[in-house]
């Protein structure tokens, strides 16, 4: 049976059978469909495939931020015991002559990306030895060199696009560092088919003998070929009109309100805490799944979808996941991107209840799967959602369960936790993992909206919330509990954090009364060499800051006056922003920052309501500024910077001056 080839029916029963299958393909674990399709013919020798419709996505989304690290995935393999060196670089070696995908680079021909398969490489692994530390600092330097190896980039053109490190920490503890491109796996390669074949290639390279491992009957090129070409020939428009229905009027963002503005350019600066469930926890969440004939996916998606609803009050939301397409019985053993992204629409409501929640849930997954061959560039395009750089489109906020780690061998095991690369393609990122010892997971969410604490207490909120779940299925998603003992003691008011995140300093009250410019000022005087703000292509020491800030206040200070006028800035997000705002607050004016991105309506409408007595802007903004203006006067930002140093503040700023 093909779990993929089952048309959604709602209100059927899932047999456990069923459910279980269900399970698995969530997951990525696939039974084959023996029978059902001829197998996937191999390329012939010297054709080059092209990429996979996973893999194009992957390619295209990496040229906009070519010089981040934005789809490098760390990985961890411990190994507890006697290692052998030689024998571990052999397989590794070994697993690069079997599985081409991992010795692949991607040329542009014809205007299209191709794979081109390299020579297998000789694997000399770097060994760093930290034994010589003390104790305690050896497990942070060990992560600090992996995570320093995990935020380098990966050229998608000269390769490779699989690294290794080996670091020692003890006489039989070793950590086997990889980081790898997105293109060339995925989480069934890493459980299911990497670290088996990596441990039973060692013991056998160890005990004398040769390779217990078949060779694949196919590459991973013969199946992007073959994907390629079945898409080409089955071109149905009936799933694709399934997808625009679906996500007809969907809302374009889901108001999840962050810590900060969210800024005109998505960053993709991110940060990776990590979770544990409680066992007991997790087996009644496991339970509650089967008798409600879903499964662990489908509860903990609706579980997540009620905190989001709790969070935003919105009751249509839209989050993304992903489903293999191994459904086939060479795939199964192979190395290689297998996913295709699907966009899960839930709509909530006050008076739902938890179960009908969940019964609708099932109902769109199933739906889902069953149109899961459309390539979410198709949906994309066929859609046509509003561009906008500051968000991903369609969904900004994802959900993944991994598929289960098959028991390793004793002395090893894997996990993605341990390093974390500073990227976050999606505004919230929830991944979960179902292990022996109960759901662990992690969280990649952008530190351009969130704070650490913020998404600490999300993850909190989501352990009470749960827990709620399994206690009483049928309460209503609006009554459901998602505040911690110490919010609902009133000990801790909702917005508060749990926990300082630094330690408390105190200041003395000539600190506190400092203003902004004075502080920059002691600044400039302890580190005038000191890098104070940095971007593309453009560096400013303190020193160099406070020049830049010093001609503003110059050409500015005629117009602030004695009385301390606004000044309207119409300014990118850069460090020229910087230098205008001290600038005008060492002119003694107070600024009004407007974005370039907002509507002009709007923007017009603040320069008028602030009394602003100019607008500062620069000569990308100037019609724009000119056009706001209303026949204040309009001054070049870029063309003070470029003209005759300033002579400094103008007048001394008190706390009675306008703010």
């Avoid at 990525?28 to 996937?40: K, N, W």
């Avoid at 081409?100 to 030895?129: K, M």
């Avoid at 004695?562 to 910087?578: N, S, Y």
């Amino acid at each position: 049976m093909s779990i993929e080839s089952q048309p959604a029916v709602p209100d059927a029963p899932l047999s456990e059978q069923k459910r279980r299958l269900l399970e698995k393909y969530l997951r990525g674990d696939v039974p084959p469909s023996p029978g059902a399709h001829d197998l996937i013919p191999r390329r012939p020798a010297g054709l080059a495939a092209p990429l996979s419709a996973g893999q194009h996505q992957i390619w295209l989304h990496s040229q906009m931020a070519p010089g981040l690290p934005l789809y490098n995935e760390p990985l961890t393999v411990h190994r507890i015991g006697p290692l052998d060196v030689a024998a571990l670089e052999w397989s590794l070696c070994e697993i690069l002559r079997r599985h081409e995908a991992w010795r692949t680079t991607v040329a542009v021909v014809g205007g299209e990306p191709v794979q081109v398969v390299q020579a297998v490489p000789r694997v000399a692994l770097p060994v760093v030895d930290l034994r010589s530390l003390p104790e305690i600092e050896r497990e942070p330097e060990a992560l600090r060199l992996a995570t320093e190896d995990a935020r380098r980039p990966i050229d998608l053109v000269r390769g490779p696009l699989a690294r290794f490190r080996l670091i020692r920490l003890r006489d039989e503890e070793h950590r086997l560092y990889i980081t790898l491109h997105q293109m060339i796996f995925d989480g069934v390669s890493m459980y299911s088919v990497f670290l088996p074949e990596l441990t039973a290639l060692y013991e056998a390279r160890v005990g004398g003998r040769p390779s217990p491992l078949r060779e694949p009957s196919v590459q991973y090129g013969d199946f992007a070929l073959w994907q390629v070409r079945r898409l080409r020939e089955a071109a149905s428009s009936s799933a694709l009109d399934y997808w625009r229905r679906q996500l007809e009027g969907a809302p374009a963002l889901l108001e999840l309100a962050g810590d900060r503005p969210r800024p005109p350019v998505q960053s993709f600066r991110g940060d990776q805490p990590t979770f544990a469930l409680p066992k007991t926890l997790s087996e009644q969440l496991k339970a509650l799944s089967r008798r409600e004939e879903t499964t662990l996916f489908m509860t903990l998606l609706a579980a997540f979808n009620v905190l989001l609803y709790r969070y935003t009050g919105q009751e249509d939301i839209l989050v993304g996941t992903v489903t293999t397409r191994r459904g086939r019985p060479e795939l199964d053993r192979l190395l290689g991107f297998f996913l295709n992204t699907l966009v899960l629409r839930t709509r909530l409501s006050e008076e739902l209840s938890f179960r009908e929640l969940l019964r609708n849930v099932r109902e769109t997954t199933l739906e889902a799967l069953s149109r899961g061959d459309v390539p979410i560039e198709e949906v994309v395009k066929s859609l046509q959602p509003d561009r906008d750089s500051s968000r991903n489109p369609l969904f900004q906020v994802m959900f993944i369960l991994e598929p289960p780690l098959p028991p390793p061998r004793p002395g090893w095991n894997l996990t993605q936790m341990d390093v974390d690369t500073g990227i976050s393609r999606f505004d919230l990122y929830l991944e979960a993992d179902d292990r022996p010892q109960g759901i662990i997971g992690r969280v990649r969410y952008s530190t351009d909206l969130f704070e650490r604490a913020t998404i600490d207490r999300l993850l909190q909120r989501f352990e009470v919330l749960l827990e709620g779940i399994v206690a009483d299925p049928g309460q209503r998603v609006a009554a459901l509990p998602v505040l911690t003992p110490l919010e609902r003691s009133g000990a801790l008011r909702p917005g508060d954090a749990a926990e300082p995140d630094r330690p408390v300093v105190s200041f003395t009250r000539e600190a506190i009364e400092q203003s902004i410019v004075q502080r920059f000022a002691r600044q400039v005087q302890k580190h005038p060499a000191r890098i104070a703000v940095r971007e593309a292509g453009r560096e400013w020491t303190y020193a160099a800051l406070d020049e830049a800030a010093d001609r503003v206040a110059a050409a500015m200070a005629p117009t602030v006056g004695e009385e301390g006028a606004r000044i309207a800035l119409l300014l990118d997000h850069d460090a020229v922003m910087i230098a205008g705002i001290l600038g005008v607050l060492k002119a003694g004016g107070a600024y009004v920052p407007l974005d370039p991105g907002h509507p002009a309506e709007r923007l017009s409408h603040i320069v008028a309501d602030c009394l602003a007595s100019a607008v500062l802007t620069n000569e990308r903004n100037r019609s724009l500024a000119q056009a706001l203006a209303g026949g204040r006067m309009v001054h070049s930002l870029d063309e003070i910077l470029s003209g005759p140093p300033g002579a400094g503040r103008r007048r001394i700023v008190s706390p009675d001056d306008t703010a």
